[in-house]
């Protein structure tokens, strides 16, 4: 059982907006502006999409935006595109030197 | 062209020994955190161990607490992860990945090691 709480699953049509939750407790995504998102394609390794909560590295569309509030952490996509279907797994820092991942959602883009 | 590629895994029996390498290019590897983790179908994504620019700080989760131990030599560029007394529930694919802004930024492609008689 992960650490931080995630839909298995999520869909939404090309062009729409879908939102993905990651729920921990104040010990980790509550207690720390250190959340990130990953985006993972089968049989690929992770690549990073958001960091600090909301901040998108270079290359990142700006359609990729997170968010916070108390124990829950969010990746929103908007104007969802084929290529964006793949999983997509948050982590928080949660102290004493510890990482933690959530489960994974598999966004689907019907 | 920035990136890690892995290397070192396999199969081993239960309560052996292997040593995972990472060979890091296209950045200042001496001055990064780097970490290693695992990915298994039914437990998802795991931090394994990570360790400091210089060496000087290592912290591991607590499943593999005194039988993995993570190592970097910054001359070579090269990240390492000894597994000792290995369980089956140490299978899984292996990534060493860069530590940048409380992330992990750059991963290589992974390394599948499985824990099997």
């Known amino acids: 059982q992960s650490a931080l709480t995630q839909p298995p699953s999520a869909s939404g049509s090309p062009g729409q907006s879908v939102t993905i939750s990651c729920t921990g407790t104040?010990?980790?995504?509550?207690?720390?502006?250190?959340v990130s998102w990953y985006q993972q394609h089968p049989g690929k390794a992770p690549k990073l999409m958001i960091y600090?909560?909301?901040k998108r590295p270079s290359g990142v569309p700006d359609r990729f935006s997170g968010s916070k509030s108390g124990n829950t952490a969010s990746l929103t996509v908007s104007g969802l595109q084929v290529e964006d279907e793949a999983n997509y797994y948050c982590?928080?820092?949660?102290?004493?030197?510890?990482?933690?991942f959530g489960g994974g959602t598999k966004l689907t883009v019907l | 062209e920035v990136q890690l590629v892995e290397s070192g895994g396999g199969l081993v029996q239960p309560g052996g020994s292997l040593r995972l390498s990472c060979a890091a290019s296209?950045?200042?590897?001496?001055?990064?955190?780097m970490r290693w983790a695992r990915q298994t179908p039914g437990k998802g994504l795991e931090w394994v161990a990570d360790?400091?620019?210089?060496?000087?700080?290592?912290n591991y989760v607590d499943s593999v607490k005194g039988r993995f131990t993570i190592s970097r030599d910054n001359a070579k560029n090269s990240l390492f992860l000894q597994m000792n007394s290995l369980r089956a529930e140490d299978t899984a694919v292996y990534y060493c990945?860069?530590?940048?802004?409380?992330?992990?930024?750059?991963w290589g492609q992974g390394t599948m090691v499985t824990v099997s008689s």
């Open positions: 360790i400091k620019s210089d060496g000087s700080e290592k």
């Open positions: 990945a860069r530590g940048w802004y409380w992330a992990l930024d750059i």
């Open positions: 296209g950045f200042t590897f001496s001055g990064s955190w």
């Open positions: 982590t928080s820092f949660a102290g004493s030197k510890y990482w933690v």
């Open positions: 104040s010990s980790d995504v509550g207690g720390y502006n250190y």
């Open positions: 600090e909560v909301s």
